[in-house]
């Protein structure tokens, strides 16, 4: 669990961030998912749009992918969220919170 500081921390550095995964008109696939997974495996703070056609809120679809992939939200605004999770990949510089 992240603390409200480390919270703050992340969505500072999510500002700059160009959305990593977009979610079309459906809704949360496995594949998606997965998507979202190896995102975080090379990156370890991800954001995801959705598009204004997509049947989720964003809130939803964060906490879903959170339930499912074991990460941290972040943040949940408009049609977009933020989700954390520290990666076990080598040689990558790992965010430090």
């Given at each position: 669990?992240?603390?409200?500081?480390?919270?703050?921390?992340?969505?500072?550095?999510?500002?700059?961030?160009?959305?990593?995964?977009?979610?079309?008109?459906?809704?949360?696939?496995?594949?998606?998912?997965?998507?979202?997974?190896?995102?975080?495996?090379?990156?370890?703070?991800?954001?995801?749009?959705?598009?204004?056609?997509?049947?989720?809120?964003?809130?939803?679809?964060?906490?879903?992918?959170?339930?499912?992939?074991?990460?941290?939200?972040?943040?949940?605004?408009g049609n977009r969220f933020v989700v954390y999770k520290r990666s076990d990949k080598e040689?990558?510089?790992?965010?430090?919170?």
């Amino acid at each position: 669990m992240i603390t409200t500081k480390q919270r703050s921390k992340l969505k500072a550095m999510a500002n700059t961030l160009k959305p990593a995964v977009i979610v079309g008109k459906g809704e949360l696939t496995e594949n998606i998912v997965k998507e979202i997974e190896v995102a975080l495996y090379h990156h370890e703070l991800v954001k995801v749009a959705a598009l204004k056609s997509c049947e989720l809120s964003a809130k939803t679809m964060c906490a879903e992918v959170c339930e499912l992939l074991k990460c941290e939200p972040v943040l949940a605004i408009g049609n977009r969220f933020v989700v954390y999770k520290r990666s076990d990949k080598e040689n990558i510089e790992h965010i430090e919170i």
